[in-house]
């Protein structure tokens, strides 16, 4: 069992910067892709980006390449999102989840999330 919990979450205005946590506990999350997605009210859950096991890979969702940025410390069981030039656009509840597939952009695929953190980008 894994469990996650995000946080780093808040109002920001337009084009300002927010980093994203996920810490895990439980196991280590070496085994584990671990991606980001986001939902907003009426919308289905969107990926936005996903990192390996080892790092070494990721990719994004079309709409945040060049202003996200995926990183994961695994000694310290902790995946991040650094998001850059926010846009309204942006304002979702964010979470972070876990999968044992190397590098997935299907949230059906991920095995343990966190409860979420809210993301707020003014114009």
């Known amino acids: 069992q894994v469990q996650l919990v995000e946080s780093g979450g808040g109002l920001v205005e337009a084009g300002g910067s927010l980093r994203l946590s996920c810490a895990a506990s439980?196991?280590?999350?070496?085994?584990?892709?671990m991606g980001w997605f986001r939902q907003t009210p009426g919308k289905e859950r969107e990926f936005v980006a996903v990192i390996s096991w080892s790092g070494r890979t990721t990719y994004y969702e079309d709409s945040v390449k060049g202003r996200f940025s995926i990183s994961r410390d695994n000694a310290k069981n902790t995946a991040y999102l650094q998001m850059n030039s926010l846009k309204p656009e942006d304002t979702a509840v964010y979470y972070c989840?876990?999968?044992?597939?190397?590098?997935?952009?299907?949230?059906?695929?991920?095995?343990?999330w966190g409860q979420g953190t809210q993301v707020t980008v003014s114009s």
């Open positions: 439980g196991q280590t999350i070496s085994n584990y892709g």
């Open positions: 989840a876990a999968s044992t597939y190397y590098s997935s952009s299907d949230y059906r695929k991920y095995h343990y």
